[in-house]
């Protein structure tokens, strides 16, 4: 019931705030810094007009697309989260399967709260993509590697821009933490959801299920020191060499990077500045990707993610020639608010904006979005 009233992903968000701790809440919503990345990814597709073609229309657009060479039911792909089980006790499971059950590909973090296998086994049939921090042993690497292969992974998604984590402002002032600090405050914050703890504390303790239990890496806090801090273009080749699967370079934010990716064996990447959780300032995605998408042609598929809200506004990254859009915030509001059904809900409200926004925009399919279907408003 509660899910039928949320008809947007802003219906989603808002009903979500009150399911969790509010320290949960603070660490999945905010930006680093003064969150003003963040800001501006909704500035950018807040200004984007979309201009109708209407003699093409046709009543129910397909949505089908391919993305790294394989058939997708729509152009959608869940981004990687952190600690995903913290926004539900059923966390990157319930998630997988209900991007399997969308025909969309799922992405699991290098610190997530599932392992690879376990995973694997919860979304069958699904299209997996592993999320990769290069760590400094690359044994530990390698092993990530090795797994995501054996279990049917499709891709490697190596991210790029997190050489040291952004600082999130409210996580510092929360002493937000894995365990929580037990301070006055969160234990009330505990107290006031107690179905959000009953979960956590009835499942698998919280840890980074993709390192083995008791390992140095599996412990929180120490994940800075642990990471490569000095990505090369050369560990793009040796992530493709060592995996045997195709490599999308994620946290690209300028021309030049993207072709060095895409030089160095990239086969995708993708425009992100992390949903404004990295570099504050940094520049917006939707803004330079026709400057990427002309620059690298056909030789890489490019994606976009940060601010993504809404149908209208996967629509208007793919007339700019994203061949893919990344959503984090959005699924994990709906696991907040229902579980898997909240994923399914956001995944449903996704789908059907973007089959309305492009029958109302007069294409058939989602090849025949282009560039003349949209414009930044306030750019000549
Ligand atoms: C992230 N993101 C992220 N990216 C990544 O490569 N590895 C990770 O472990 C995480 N962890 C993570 C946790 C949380 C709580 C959030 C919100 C985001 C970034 C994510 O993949 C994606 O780039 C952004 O979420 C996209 O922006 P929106 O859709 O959240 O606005």
Known sequence: RRLARAVSIDDVEAMARRRVPGAVWDYVHSGSDAEIAMARNREAFERVELRPTVFGAVATPDLTTTMLGRPAASPFVLAPTGYTRLSHHTGECAVAAAAADAGVPYTLSTYATTSIPDLAAAAPGGRNWYQLYLMRDRGVSLAHLEQARVHGYEAVMLTVDTVVTGMKRKDRRN?????????????????????????????????????????????????????????????????????????????????????????????????SNHGGRQLDRAPVPIELLPEVVDALGDRAEVYVDSGVRSGGDAAAALAMGARGVLVGRPYLYGLMLGGRRGVDAVLEILRSELERTMCLLGVPDVGSLGPQHVRLRGDS
């Open 175 to 271: 002493g937000f933490a894995i365990p929580p600090e037990l301070t006055p405050r969160t234990l009330a914050g505990l107290a006031r959801h107690p179905g959000w703890v009953g979960g956590i504390l009835t499942s698998e303790p919280l840890r980074f299920a993709t390192f083995p239990e008791g390992s140095e890496h599996a412990r929180w806090g120490v994940s800075n020191a642990l990471r490569e801090q000095a990505i090369r273009p050369e560990d793009i080749a040796w992530v493709k060499e060592r995996s045997g699967l195709p490599v999308v370079v994620k946290g690209v934010l300028t021309t030049q990077d993207a072709r060095v990716a895409v030089d160095a064996g990239a086969d995708a990447v993708v425009l």
